[in-house]
């Protein structure tokens, strides 16, 4: 009962900020809004790990291995962090959207000093860490396996279009600064 309740909290605290992050994306747009199917699909995916998550959790009610929970809340909450620190270093530059606005500055220093999507990493984390917590397994393979190669996906198209806006300016700052994390020394 006490882990139902934990359960709850948890989902509602991610449910409200993502519907902040939503309300501060459409009122930040200056941008010409096309829909992505890239952006919708990896939207989808979000809300089914989330509610799959939920339904998964009650119907197969599985037997819950609080490591891996606690590794799950870990992952969550760093997510949710790199969102935070990424929104906050790109002010009004962030969006959901790839294509940057016409007014885009290249922002290289805060989060943007350590990763080049710092907010991407934190999608994955969080998309991962969801069905960790409550240890609902197919729903976890749904986030490896299909949700976070679609942010991978969405990094490598925001890649070529920042390119194309920045040119070497964005060339130079790609060569010293790690994608998502640094993989060698």
Not at 152 to 160: D, G, H, S
Request: charged share 20%; aromatic share 20%.
């Amino acid at each position: 009962m006490k882990f139902t309740i934990l359960f709850f909290i948890l989902m509602g605290v991610l449910g409200i900020h993502k519907i902040i992050t939503l309300y501060l994306t459409k009122k930040n747009q200056e941008i010409k809004v096309t829909k992505d199917r890239l952006i919708n699909t990896i939207g989808t995916f979000y809300l089914l790990i989330f509610f799959g998550t939920i339904i998964e959790y009650f119907i197969l009610k599985p037997r819950v291995n609080f490591l891996i929970s606690i590794f799950g809340v870990s992952l969550c909450f760093f997510g949710v962090w790199f969102q935070i620190w990424s929104f906050q270093s790109l002010k009004d530059n962030w969006s959901f959207y790839i294509e940057p606005k016409d007014k885009a500055k290249l922002i290289t220093d805060k989060a943007y000093k350590y990763f080049r999507h710092p907010a991407s990493l934190g999608f994955i984390f969080e998309g991962v860490g969801i069905p960790l917590v409550f240890n609902t397994f197919f729903i976890f393979l749904l986030a490896l396996l299909i949700y976070s190669p679609l942010i991978l996906l969405r990094i490598y198209f925001e890649e070529k279009i920042l390119i194309k806006k920045f040119g070497r300016d964005y060339l130079e700052y790609k060569s010293r600064t790690p994608i998502l994390f640094k993989l060698k020394k």
